[in-house]
T-cell receptor, first 113, second 116 residues
Framework: SQQGEEDPQALSIQEGENATMNCSYKTSINNLQWYRQNSGRGLVHLILIRSNEREKHSGRLRVTLDTSKKSSSLLITASRAADTASYFC?????????????FGKGTRLSVIA | GAVVSQHPSRVICKSGTSVKIECRSLDFQATTMFWYRQFPKKSLMLMATSNEGSKATYEQGVEKDKFLINHASLTLSTLTVTSAHPEDSSFYICSSRPSGTQETQYFGPGTRLLVL
């Protein structure tokens, strides 16, 4: 079953603008991860944030985690046309040795040049 | 970084035939591998958890006799779609987590199955 709900489901912005995607989840987690997927391709791991962390940066990416609200956001700054893809959040459960990541529904981002 | 491969990357078959998809962890051992299915413009849905040396655990609604999983070694899991039908056409993605770790899950590049 799916854990996360991303919003918006689709987002279209101009190149250079910032893109913000949100993810909400339902149960306790050990970590939350964001992935990118270009159309018809595999997943690319972007960033992992642990449940005891509140914010993390990687290049133009900024991820926040609010465990009290069971939500996370992914911010892509100064977007480029190459950022056009679907973005998914995925949650890792506590004691997650043999449990899989559970994916949200994803946000389709279109960056217009 | 760790690499997971899938073979084939793309397959077209006739309705009623069986298709085997391989998932290999190339530079680590994985006691557990996961199989996901993704329909167009949808998210990844977990189908089953593959356990080395034992039976796979299937998610609710996934037919175990339809999707046969074999995890015969610590680096290889196979998913066989038996008697495939057009509704089985989908993108199948495997992933694995190195034995002894809890966070990082590495994904294969996916296999696109088209059943005519």
């Amino acid at each position: 079953s799916q854990q996360g709900e991303e919003d918006p489901q689709a987002l279209s912005i101009q190149e250079g603008e910032n893109a913000t995607m949100n993810c909400s989840y339902k149960t306790s987690i050990n970590n939350l991860q964001w992935y990118r997927q270009n159309s018809g391709r595999g997943l690319v791991h972007l960033i992992l944030i642990r449940s005891n962390e509140r914010e993390k940066h990687s290049g133009r990416l900024r991820v926040t985690l609010d465990t009290s609200k069971k939500s996370s956001s992914l911010l892509i700054t100064a977007s480029r046309a190459a950022d056009t893809a679907s973005y998914f959040c995925a949650t890792g459960m506590p004691n997650s040795g043999n449990t899989p990541l559970v994916f949200g529904k994803g946000t389709r981002l279109s960056v217009i040049a | 970084g760790a690499v997971v491969s899938q073979h084939p990357s793309r397959v077209i078959c006739k309705s009623g035939t069986s298709v085997k998809i391989e998932c290999r962890s190339l530079d680590f051992q994985a006691t557990t591998m996961f199989w996901y299915r993704q329909f167009p413009k949808k998210s990844l849905m977990l189908m089953a958890t593959s356990n080395e040396g034992s039976k796979a655990t299937y998610e609710q609604g996934v037919e175990k006799d339809k999707f046969l999983i074999n995890h015969a070694s610590l680096t290889l899991s196979t998913l066989t779609v038996t008697s495939a039908h057009p509704e089985d056409s989908s993108f199948y993605i495997c992933s694995s987590r190195p034995s002894g770790t809890q966070e990082t899950q590495y994904f294969g590049p996916g296999t696109r199955l088209l059943v005519l």
